[in-house]
């Protein structure tokens, strides 16, 4: 499975925008980018996956670049709930399974 | 909105006990997923469901592992002969074809 690399930790100030960057330069062209989230205590939780174009949806947006190395998922307003583990994954078009890697802890700041 | 439940939220046993860890998934999923996390560490990948059997396996899913599907509505993981290294959260999770997974709180897992 193809790897990604995040930065092990973010901090962000509430209410402002967030980026959080993901390197996947050994994707293939039939990998999908996925986001997930793990709040403290609770199991992961989807928030956006894409395969080439950006999405946008009602939880973030993420922008994938042209040549698919790397993407970055953006929450547009960080709110405290936000604060978690941010993994970005790859997955095979079946999506048969999710390989997790240490991911991205946000914490954000009132 | 649809869940994945999960029962027990914790599990007590003893070393070399069986125990078996319950998932109902949400009801017109296909693909039926467990998975682990071991205090502070990652979530890992032991097993993917579809069709009545099991379509992938990571190395951590041995013999001491099974899975079953054995109503059409719940989803077991047994673990036949616990260890202390068993001791994880255990995380249940299903998806449609071509869907996202949607993860169960979990089970906690704690082998004495």
């Known amino acids: 499975d193809a790897k990604t690399t995040q930065p092990n930790s973010m901090e962000s100030n509430e209410e402002e925008p967030v980026h959080l960057p993901c390197n996947h330069s050994?994707?293939?062209?039939?990998?999908?980018i996925h986001w997930y989230r793990q709040l403290p205590s609770q199991g992961p939780e989807y928030v956006i996956h894409g395969l080439t174009s950006n999405v946008n949806n009602r939880m973030a947006s993420l922008a994938i670049a042209e040549d698919r190395k790397s993407s970055t998922l953006i929450l547009h307003r960080a709110t405290l709930r936000d604060a978690a583990v941010y993994y970005c994954i790859l997955t095979q078009y079946n999506f048969n399974k999710f390989y997790f890697g240490s991911g991205t802890k946000l914490n954000v700041k009132p | 909105e649809p869940e994945v439940t999960q029962t027990p939220s914790h599990q007590v046993t003893q070393m070399g006990q069986e125990v078996i860890l319950r998932c109902v998934p949400i009801s017109n999923h296909l693909y039926f997923y467990w998975y682990r996390q071991i205090l502070g560490q990652k979530v890992e990948f032991l097993v993917s469901?579809?069709?009545?059997?099991?379509?992938?396996k990571s190395e951590i899913f041995d013999d001491q592992f099974s899975v079953e599907r054995p109503d059409g509505s719940n989803f077991t993981l047994k673990i036949r002969s616990t260890k202390l290294e068993d001791s994880a959260m255990y995380f249940c999770?299903?998806?449609?074809?071509?869907?996202?997974?949607?993860f169960g709180q979990g089970t906690r897992l704690t082998v004495v």
């Open positions: 999770a299903s998806s449609g074809s071509h869907t996202e997974a949607f």
């Open positions: 050994t994707i293939s062209g039939t990998d999908y």
């Open positions: 469901f579809y069709n009545n059997e099991i379509s992938e």
